[in-house]
């Protein structure tokens, strides 16, 4: 130590000791850090932080974040990925990234519920145009392109409804006829695992993917975070541009959170499919279920489609309850699961069942006349789920 830092104050900030380089062990180390350091000006002036070259500042990456985003690239098939602050800031970060005053987006009427409420609130003030096409009708989407289409968001299979879209024939349909629009994928519940969103076949790929961290890369319904990862360097600059000049920062803890869960990632998402199709069955047996969605249900809407892009499926079961039941009776059939609990997301341990009307939530109208409850199949034994859904259906009596 320098004689300079004969206060022990001092000697607290500035100490001499340096551990030995090249511990290694299973985890990720977690880098915290606002302020990083330069070795001298000449570095402070020509570093930087585009494409993980060097560190310049935390919001624009540290060795924890910079390995998150490195295995969500490979899990994705894609060349770059960023991260944010959750699901919702990844998808609204690609709207704002790419749309301007005059240009015009597409949703699916099933797209995740507050990227439509983004779009019809934040988006429309700023003069952004939007159209809703119908997922399972390709010809509506081609009707709802304009020269001005800047962005086509994908879902697949949509929210709560779980129709599966023919993913391979929209984007094929969009590159003819839009060539001049980005396709964007909200990937959450494939996570990466049950198809590759950069090459569905065919040719064919999206060009970002969007995924909720929250949900399967976190595993513990613990964690908000959301990524966006990109097909070409060129995307991806504009994004990560924005992104930096949108002040979207993550905490050094939850990305360690997520590294230390990526690991078992398929082998969870492998039991929950598993467990999904078994309590899906289930539910197709019961008589006061009118339907069951579940893209891997033989019957389901884009049954066929989940075929032909899909080698898994998520753990989410949704029934359309018998419309002769109110959504009273709906209610208190939810209030009677004990192990079910009653709250959003999913991708945790604890299975989760939340009740919606479906009619509310489409604005192309549906076909679903009954309550809909959509079922997240967490970690405990199916068996003891079906039980719980089973004595549950007592607030659902026939006749
Ligand atoms: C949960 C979810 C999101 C949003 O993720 P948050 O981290 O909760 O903001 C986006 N899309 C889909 C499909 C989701 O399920």
Redesign the pocket.
């Known amino acids: 130590m320098s004689k300079m830092a004969s206060d022990k104050a001092t000697q607290l900030i500035h100490h001499p000791y340096r551990a030995p380089a090249g511990f290694e062990s299973p985890v990720q180390p977690v880098h915290k850090g606002s302020t990083i350091f330069f070795p001298d000006t000449a570095a402070m002036r020509s570093r930087t932080w585009l494409d993980r070259g060097a560190y310049t500042y935390g919001l624009h990456g540290t060795p924890t974040t910079f390995a998150l985003e490195e295995r969500l690239a490979t899990l994705e098939g894609g060349v770059h990925t960023m991260l944010v602050s ?4 990844a ?1 609204t970060l690609v709207d704002i990234a790419l749309l301007a005053s005059g240009d015009q987006v597409l949703l699916p009427d099933n797209v ?1 519920a ?2 439509k409420a983004f779009t019809r609130h934040e988006l429309a003030a700023w003069g952004i145009a939007h159209a809703v096409y119908d997922p399972l009708d390709i010809e509506s989407l081609i009707a709802a392109l304009t020269p001005a289409t800047k962005l086509v968001w994908l ?1 697949a299979p949509g ?1 709560v409804t779980l129709e599966f879209p023919d993913l391979r024939g929209l984007v094929r349909a969009v590159r003819e006829r839009a060539p001049q629009a980005v396709i964007a994928l ?1 990937n ?2 494939g996570a990466g695992l049950a198809f590759n969103a950069f090459d569905l076949g065919a040719g064919q790929g999206v060009d970002i993917s ?1 995924h ?4 399967y890369p976190s595993g513990g319904g613990d964690i ?3 990524s966006v990862t990109c097909r070409a360097k060129d995307l991806y600059r504009r994004l990560a541009l924005a992104r930096s000049r949108l002040g979207h920062g993550v905490a050094a803890n939850d990305v360690e959170a997520v590294l230390r869960s990526l690991p078992s990632m398929p082998l969870r998402y492998a039991a929950q499919d598993a467990a999904g199709r078994a309590f899906a069955h289930w539910c197709s047996q019961q008589a006061q279920f009118a339907r069951v969605l579940h893209p891997a249900l033989p019957g389901s809407p884009g049954h066929e489609h989940w075929r032909s892009h899909c080698s898994a499926a998520a753990g989410l079961v949704t029934v359309e309850v018998d419309a002769q039941f109110s959504t009273a009776r709906v209610d208190a059939f939810v209030d009677a699961l004990k192990l079910f609990r009653i709250g959003y ?2 991708g945790g341990p604890v299975s989760l069942a939340v009740p919606y009307a479906a009619g509310a939530i489409r604005e192309r109208g549906t076909d679903y006349r009954g309550m809909l409850v959509r079922f997240c199949i967490g970690l405990e034994a199916v068996g003891d789920l079906i039980a719980d859904a089973d004595q549950a259906l007592s607030a659902l009596r026939l006749g």
């Open positions: 959750s699901g919702l800031a998808i995740y507050p990227n879902e929210s909200d959450t519940w969007v909720a961290l929250t949900k908000l975070m959301g997301s999913w």
